[in-house]
C-alpha cells in the first residue's frame, strides 16, 4: 500500500511554535503522538456568493461525519501551504482548472487546549464557477449555502471543531 492508498502513510512536515520545520512523520503517526503540523482551509463560494457546506465522511481520520464550511487538509512534506489549498480544493470538489485561492490569514489552532490538537492553520478563499463533482472518499453530503442557511446549520448541526475556530476568526477579520 502506497501513501496515495493510506493516508495515514503521507509524509507531513512537523513544525514548531512558530510554524518551522523540525521533522517529518507519517500522517498517521502525526496524529497519534499530537505532533504539530500544517493544513489549509479554503473557502468555496459559488457564482451567487454562497457558501460550499458538507459533511465529512464516517471514513476520515479526524472529526468523521462532521460538517465543514471549508474544503482543505493537511500540508504534505515539502508542499507550500499555497500549493496545498488549491490541490486540495480540486480534489475535494472534484473540478480542474479552480482558480488560486487566495491567502487571507494564518492562526495556530490548538483544539481545546489538548495537546495532541494543535496544527498551523491557513485560511484562504475562492469562487468556484464550475460544476462540483465532491470527492465520495472525502465528503458524504454537500451544497451551497447562503450565510443565513449556514447560520442555521451552525445551531443545527455538529461541526468539525478546527472549521468552525477557523469560521469564527474569519467572521472576526472581516468585521476589523
Do not use: N
Request: with cysteine; charged share 30%; glycine share 10%.
Amino acid at each position: 500500500m502506497t501513501p496515495a492508498d493510506d493516508p495515514a502513510e503521507e509524509i507531513l512536515d512537523i513544525v514548531d511554535e512558530q510554524d518551522r520545520v523540525i521533522g517529518q512523520a507519517p500522517r498517521g503517526e502525526a496524529y497519534a503522538r499530537g505532533l504539530r503540523h500544517r493544513c489549509v482551509f479554503v473557502l468555496v463560494r459559488d457564482g451567487d456568493g454562497r457558501v460550499f457546506v458538507h459533511r465529512r465522511t464516517a471514513t476520515k481520520l479526524v472529526f468523521p461525519s462532521l460538517y465543514d464550511m471549508f474544503v482543505g487538509g493537511v500540508v504534505g512534506a515539502g508542499e507550500t501551504y499555497d500549493d496545498a489549498a488549491l490541490r486540495e480544493a480540486e480534489e475535494e470538489l472534484g473540478v480542474r482548472g479552480l482558480p488560486r485561492p487566495v491567502p487571507v490569514f494564518t492562526f495556530l489552532y490548538e483544539g481545546d487546549g489538548d495537546p495532541a490538537q494543535t496544527w498551523w492553520s491557513a485560511v484562504y478563499e475562492v469562487r468556484c464557477t464550475l460544476p462540483v463533482r465532491p470527492q465520495a472518499e472525502e465528503v458524504a453530503w454537500h451544497g451551497f449555502l447562503t450565510e443565513a442557511e449556514l447560520e442555521e446549520g451552525l445551531r443545527e448541526w455538529e461541526w468539525v471543531p478546527d472549521g468552525l475556530a477557523a469560521w469564527h476568526r474569519l467572521r472576526a477579520h472581516r468585521s476589523g
